[in-house]
């Protein structure tokens, strides 16, 4: 079984391959040289891998491309994939989520400035979500620091009508009626940068990112601005599961491809401190949803003063499973026994944004 890897930079994207052990590393890049990639997929429904990339030229604007090669060729919508109607009042600034949606050719993107898109047709063009676009509470969603994005898209593996969302700030949406409506579902979710009798808004959260298994869809896992949160309700309420975490400040959270009471973060210090807890990198695995966690860094270095960003940490889908992660100085990390023991497989890449993983049977 064959192992890809997509790793995608400040300036511009590459793609490792390996086998199911996932010893050794081949690459080749960077693809779209010198362009900011903050989203990839490796999209294995079909009979072979068709690699996306949401790469964004400082000349060209943003631009949706796949490959059906492994990036030896790739192919583009002329013009675009995505870009607001006339008459919206915005352009595309970057393409920070590409998933698969639910039912053959569908894929769904986030963007900057926060919007939500979707295709039909395998990518080649998206149409905007309207109704999020304009709802009520959009006026007074905030920007992050890394900009105003929907990073997270969750289509509900087996109904096409309900996708969950995730802006910062602006917190998690869901919608139960394929688009037509959207409903703010931040229950539980505290902002601490607001002042102390405002922290639980029905809306205006700096989530991170939210993670689900498809196996079990009403169960959510968010990693907050501040804060590690469950929602066993699809986001209707949420509880926290960081207190045993040396911080509860991070950008990723990652489910694990066959357990889905396992999950991986990554802490850091802080929002004025965003590397490590004393500069210690560490993964941290909780084996029964948030209750308890466990610090995995067999391999990694002993001080470590870079961050992990939202996207730039995944899971394969091997059995054990591969567990990745890039940073911001350029290395890239492995682990193929569930995130027990760690090898660098890339170094001195420009800054990681994202990073994805995928497998099949080749």
């Not at 963007?111 to 709802?135: C, K, N, Q, Y």
């Not at 308890?292 to 860094?297: A, D, I, L, V």
């Not at 100085?329 to 193929?336: K, R």
Request: with cysteine.
């Amino acid at each position: 079984m064959g192992t890809i890897l997509m790793v995608g930079t400040r300036k511009g994207l590459w793609v490792g391959r390996s086998d199911d052990r996932r010893a050794e590393w081949s690459w080749s890049g960077p693809h779209h040289d010198m362009e900011e990639v903050y989203s990839c997929l490796v999209d294995t429904r079909g009979s072979s891998p068709r690699l996306f990339a949401g790469a964004s030229s400082s000349w060209l604007g943003p631009q949706v491309r796949w490959s059906d090669d492994f990036g030896a060729t790739w192919q583009e919508t002329p013009g675009g994939a995505i870009r607001f109607p006339e008459g919206a009042g915005a352009t595309v600034e970057r393409v920070w989520q590409i998933v698969p949606g639910t039912g053959e050719g569908v894929l769904h993107a986030g963007t900057e400035p926060g919007a939500v898109w979707t295709s039909d047709d395998g990518g080649e063009s998206f149409r905007l979500e309207e109704a999020l676009w304009r709802h009520p509470q959009k006026p007074d969603w905030g920007a992050g620091f890394g900009g105003q994005a929907f990073h997270t898209v969750l289509p509900h593996p087996t109904d096409p009508q309900s996708i969950t969302v995730a802006i910062s700030t602006g917190g998690v949406y869901q919608t139960t009626d394929g688009g037509g409506s959207w409903t703010a579902r931040n229950q539980g979710i505290r902002a601490d940068f607001l002042p102390e009798d405002q922290r639980y808004p029905e809306f205006g959260q700096c989530v991170h990112k939210v993670a689900r298994h498809p196996s079990r869809p009403e169960r959510l896992f968010a990693q907050n601005h501040g804060g590690v949160y469950r929602s066993d309700d699809e986001g209707g309420s949420w509880t926290s599961i960081g207190d045993e975490l040396p911080s509860d400040f991070g950008f990723p959270i990652v489910v694990h491809p066959h357990r889905p009471d396992t999950i991986y973060v990554f802490p850091l210090g802080g929002g004025d401190g965003r590397y490590p807890p004393d500069a210690v990198p560490r993964v941290w695995r909780s084996d029964d949803a948030g209750e308890s966690w466990t610090p995995y860094g067999d391999g990694l270095p002993d001080a470590f003063y870079v961050g992990v960003m939202r996207d730039a940490m995944c899971a394969d889908g091997h059995d054990p499973a591969g567990i990745y992660f890039g940073a911001r100085n350029g290395s890239v990390w492995a682990s193929a026994d569930d995130g027990e023991h760690w090898q660098e497989i890339a170094r001195n890449l420009p800054d990681v944004l994202s990073v994805k993983a995928g497998t099949w049977e080749g």
